[in-house]
């Protein structure tokens, strides 16, 4: 299992690092700017995105020790680059320690202060498996004014209904105007897993999505119902109003 979160700060030009704030989450615990690891003390995923980004670092206690893990490459721009750059550590998670702050940090190069984004995938340091079954792929649409650089909260409209039964998300593709990343919120899910797993986002259709968020590479992301379709958090930079995409689902 593994979980999203978001941070987010205009920082000023230079070299120096200086630390980006978690977007408050509801799930993970604050600590300071940063978050605690709380049940998820492994690292999956990491990267950031900033018109004028030049560098990113992660930073943990348990990391100290070995000195602190940079990032790079990074994405430069108000999106994800295509192929976008990020740190997976999907196949072999980082271990870490239980609750422990986590923070990241950013330098840009721009004549002034800049907003950087950072994104940060925590997990339990295991794949969930799912049925060997066909991975089959349902489009979704909607339609909800989103808050800019906060988590949206927005209901998906399948395309198409379910079979009464179980099924198991695998994968996501996400896209909106400026939209950056985006995580499910389970709905009555049977197996009461709390953590929201998700994606990056891109803004157009010829952009690539991250091939471990795809197909089954990251595993199972959740389960859930045809009467308990998970809502979605989507963080975007601005208040989007057309929001779409696909999810790859498993029946049971």
């Known amino acids: 299992m593994f979980h999203l979160s978001a941070f987010q700060s205009s920082i000023a030009n230079g070299s120096v690092l200086i630390q980006i704030a978690e977007i408050p989450d509801a799930i993970l615990p604050a ?14 995923a990491i990267g950031f ?3 004028t980004l030049v560098r990113g670092q992660f930073q943990a206690p348990s990391l100290r020790d070995y000195g602190n893990m940079d990032i790079e490459p990074v994405n430069i721009g108000t999106a994800w680059e295509s192929p976008p750059r990020l740190r997976d550590f999907s196949q072999r998670p980082v271990p870490l320690a239980m609750s422990e702050e986590w923070d990241l940090f950013a330098a840009n190069s ?15 340091g295991v794949l969930d498996p799912f049925p060997a079954k066909k991975i089959v792929q349902i489009r979704w649409t909607a339609a909800v004014t989103l808050t800019a650089n906060a988590w949206s909260l927005i209901q998906l409209t399948l395309a198409q209904p379910l079979y009464p039964g179980m099924y198991a998300i695998v994968g996501s593709h996400m896209k909106s105007a400026t939209a950056l990343a985006h995580r499910f919120v389970p709905a009555g899910n049977p197996t009461g897993q709390s953590w929201r ?9 010829d952009s690539l999505d991250h091939p471990g968020q795809r197909q089954g590479l990251w595993g199972k992301w959740l389960d859930f119902t045809n009467v308990t ?24």
């Open 31 to 44: 600590s300071g700017s940063g978050l605690l690891s709380a049940g998820l003390s492994h690292l999956h």
């Open 49 to 51: 995105v900033g018109a």
């Open 110 to 124: 721009g004549a002034g202060a800049v907003v950087e984004n950072g994104f940060l995938w925590s997990s339990n």
């Open 197 to 205: 797993p998700g994606g990056i986002s891109i803004q157009a259709g």
């Open 229 to 252: 379709v998970p809502q979605m958090e989507v963080f975007a930079t601005a208040a989007d109003t057309s929001e779409e995409g696909i999810i790859d689902i498993v029946p049971y």
